[in-house]
């Protein structure tokens, strides 16, 4: 075991050994293994988008199995996706690569103002996939963020009894803030440390904007002068948010974007000491042969074998 992976499981002193064993499955497997730095596969998005949306521009992608060969070709630390999609390969690639359970989706048939989760997947689920981890949505900021936060933490005392990892996906939507202050520093930085507070071992956010949400907040950040300027500042606060760097902080790669665009997104989470993207529509969303090779860009950056 490499000493960054020894060092980052000692933050979860809490946990019991199948749990540590879990979690060192998603930090040691794949091209960055041991390395201390993740690549995730998520694909939800044929859920919480729709199938068209989601598969029809790369066509392959309707098929589950397309997407643990993407991630097991790739060498991504894990592949994560909703009970279906993971039931349609978990035989067929059994112990070739961390499972992730979405154990909770929301779809875009009705558009909420403040929008919810339901329970789609159980910690008995994921024991019986093989997974690693279950993963669960919170939405801080929507009116029904409370019976989220209550759902999360029943769920990850089950996993955690029975070794599980949790990861959270905590996107800030709703009610309680504009469009902008979706992805605000202070917004985000929030719900990294919600996340944290709520048990997390891995935990996912969009990329921060310099935009500050929060009038009290933001009287602290210009008082204290917070860097946020850079979006490698940006990532550092945010990880400085979910108790001084000691969880592990993974950002969202978001709607496909130029190739440019993303491996600069990535040098900034490199350099502001994120600990790796969760990437999924700028990956599957290309035929195999260019996701591969943008996968390895990205690897390659964290690596530190690409510039």
């Given at each position: ?31 960055l ?24 521009i ?9 997407h ?33 359970l ?14 919810d989760?339901?329970v789609?997947g ?16 919170i ?55 919600i996340?944290?507070?709520l ?38 606060h ?8 000691r ?14 665009s993303?491996f ?10 994120g ?33």
């Open positions: 075991m490499s000493t960054i992976t020894r060092e980052i499981l000692s933050w979860y002193g809490s946990d019991n050994p199948g749990t540590l064993t879990n979690l060192s499955r998603l930090l040691n497997h794949g091209r293994g041991g390395t201390g730095k993740l690549v995730i596969l998520p694909v939800d998005q044929g859920f919480e988008h729709g199938p068209a949306r989601s598969f029809a790369n066509p392959a992608g309707y098929d589950p199995r397309y643990f060969e993407l991630a097991i070709e790739a060498g991504c630390n894990a592949y994560a996706a909703p009970l279906g999609f993971l039931e349609a390969g978990a035989r067929d690639f059994a112990g070739q690569i961390p499972l992730i979405k154990a909770n989706n929301h779809d875009v048939l009705l558009e909420e103002k403040d929008p989760q339901a789609t159980s910690v008995r689920d994921a024991i019986r996939l093989g997974c690693a981890a279950i993963g669960f949505t939405y801080p900021g929507s009116e029904h963020r409370l019976s989220m936060y209550n759902q999360l933490r029943e769920l990850a005392v089950e996993a955690k009894a029975h070794g599980l990892a949790v990861v959270v996906w905590s996107y800030p939507r709703g009610s309680g803030l504009s469009k902008e202050g979706e992805t605000a520093i202070d917004v985000t930085a929030y719900a990294a440390q996340a944290a507070q048990g997390a071992h891995v935990i996912k956010v969009k990329l921060p904007t310099a935009h500050l949400e929060q009038a009290p907040a933001k009287k602290v950040y210009e008082k204290e002068k917070v860097p946020i300027g850079s979006l490698a500042e940006r990532v550092r945010v990880v400085q948010s979910a108790f001084d760097g969880r592990i902080v993974i950002f969202s790669g978001g709607a496909a974007d130029t190739d440019e993303v600069e997104q990535v040098r900034a989470i490199r350099d502001g000491g600990f790796g993207s969760i990437i999924g529509r700028n990956s599957f969303q290309r035929k195999k042969p260019d996701a591969l090779k943008f996968l390895d860009t990205v690897m390659g950056i964290y690596a530190g074998t690409v510039k």
